[in-house]
C-alpha cells in the first residue's frame, strides 16, 4: 500500500500541523479542513501524494474562529526555505520553496497549482488579500510553490 502524508512542518513560520484527506465539496470545489479548527491542514486526496511525480496540495486556513490558522504566516515564505512532509509509514520528504504569490481568487491559477508536472512537486494554499466581509471570505489566494529537495 503507497504511503499517506501524516503531516506537515513549516520550520521557518513555526507550522507543524498533521494532515487530513480533503475531497470535493459538492459544487466541484476543493474541500477546507473546517472552519473551527483553524490550526488543522489537510492534503488534496485527488492529488499525488507529496514525492510523487506532479503538485501534490496542502490546504490550510489563514484564520478561523477569531484566532489565527496553520497558514497565517504563509505569505512570509520566500525561496529556498524549506517544508517537510512526513508519511505514515516513517518516511520524510523535503521539499524548497520556489515561489510565493498572492492572486484574485476569480484569476486562481488552477492548471498553474493541479497541472501535470514533470517532477514532484508541492503546493500550500491559504486565503489572503482584502477580507470582503459582506462575502464574509478573502478575496485572494495566498499560493506557495516547492519542489523536491529530499527524501
Not at 18 to 44: F, K
Not at 69 to 83: K, M, V
Amino acid at each position: 500500500m503507497e504511503p499517506v502524508p501524516d503531516w506537515v512542518d513549516v520550520p521557518v513560520i513555526d507550522v507543524h500541523s498533521s494532515l487530513i484527506p480533503l475531497g470535493l465539496n459538492d459544487d466541484g470545489t476543493v474541500a477546507v479542513p473546517a472552519l473551527h479548527r483553524p490550526m488543522q491542514a489537510g492534503w488534496y486526496r485527488y492529488g499525488p501524494v507529496p514525492g510523487e511525480v506532479g503538485p501534490a496540495v496542502v490546504l490550510g486556513h489563514v484564520n478561523g474562529d477569531g484566532r489565527d490558522g496553520i497558514f497565517a504566516r504563509l505569505h512570509e515564505l520566500e525561496s529556498g526555505d524549506e517544508i517537510r512532509v512526513g508519511h505514515d509509514d516513517g518516511t520524510v520528504v523535503r521539499f524548497r520553496v520556489t515561489r510565493v504569490s498572492q492572486v484574485p481568487k476569480e484569476r486562481f491559477p488552477s492548471d498553474r497549482v493541479y497541472g501535470d508536472t514533470a517532477s514532484p512537486e508541492l503546493r500550500l494554499i491559504t486565503c489572503g488579500g482584502e477580507y470582503d466581509e459582506e462575502a464574509e471570505s478573502y478575496r485572494a489566494n495566498v499560493i506557495v510553490y516547492a519542489e523536491l529537495a529530499a527524501r
